[in-house]
């Protein structure tokens, strides 16, 4: 996982000697729902999730995406109950640990429970930023910020290709998670591609031109934190 990383070794073995049940997930799989009572919480091993909340009206905002290495749902293991839906975006595998053992590890352990909490709060600053994105920048603004974000994260996970990536997401899924409808999306990213800033082949994104890009969605990576290799 990622925040483990920088561990050291006896730490990186403890945490890889915690029981833990494997599960393969396809792609639109819910894997918690929300309001469940859950005693596990949930690392991603490969493929991509994301969080979401679905109103009376049927209205769904997606609050999050996660892509291998986060721990997508610590929360929800630890409280007992989940406050929101997590759902496959593509197939995947997920690492589902008991949450009484990892609190029993933490508490043993100071270097993993830092690492964890390290977590929780770039979760937290990055869902800051989506509030903002959906909350303040306009429709080719928001646009832009995800495809910024999705490069570096994915950068950062090793799953970027020179300037290009697979997008995980549906259009009807990048608007619920910035406000937009699906025409609306899909109008933007027309935009954007006879603007030069980037090209598409079905969900392959290639970012042509970062710096332009990167000034229409205003987007800074800092909130990221991933510190190391980031873009300017």
Known sequence: MNQLEPLEREDQEAFLDLPFRLREAVAGQ??????????????LLSGFTYRHRTLRNGARQ????????????LQSGLLG????????LT??????????????????????????????LIDTSISGEW??????????????H???EFAM??????????????LPMTQEQMADATGLTPVHVN???QEMRRAGLIHTERRKVSVADWARLAALGDFDPQYLHLEADQRS
Not at 62 to 73: E, K, Q
Not at 102 to 118: D, K
Not at 133 to 138: A, L, S
């Open 187 to 189: 109008r933007t990213l």
């Open 153 to 166: 994260r994915l950068r950062a996970a090793g799953l970027l290709e020179g300037d290009s990536y697979e």
């Open 30 to 43: 819910v894997i918690v729902e929300e309001g469940e009572h859950s005693h596990s919480c949930i690392g």
């Open 131 to 144: 509030v903002a994105n959906v909350g303040r920048r306009d429709a080719r603004g928001r646009i832009a």
């Open 81 to 88: 109950v989940a406050i929101h839906t997590l759902q496959m």
């Open 62 to 73: 997606i609050i999050s995406v996660h892509v291998p290495g986060d721990f997508p749902d």
């Open 91 to 120: 197939p995947g595998r997920l690492a589902l640990f008991q949450a009484d053992e990892l609190q029993r590890l933490v508490s043993e352990r100071p270097a993993i429970r830092n690492a964890l909490w390290r977590e929780t």
């Open 146 to 148: 995800l495809l910024c």
